[in-house]
């Protein structure tokens, strides 16, 4: 979303303020519809499975967190 954002402020800079104007008002549109709301809920969800499942890696790795793991060679 941020590449696209970058993107369109770009294109709209080089088009002059009004074709900025124009995009911006675009996106403000896009923003308020009911298919970016179900998007941007579904990516959340998405980062927050992955954020749990990288939690979950990391603590099975280095132990439940209340003591360290003793490793004798």
Known sequence: MAIGMGVGYYLGAMA???RYEQLSSLFHKA??????DTVEKKARAVL?????RA??????KIGNGSEPELILS
């Open 16 to 18: 002059g303020r009004e």
């Open 48 to 52: 927050d499975l992955g954020m749990e």
């Open 31 to 36: 923003r308020g519809s009911e298919a970016f």
């Open 55 to 60: 939690r979950d890696v990391v603590e099975s």
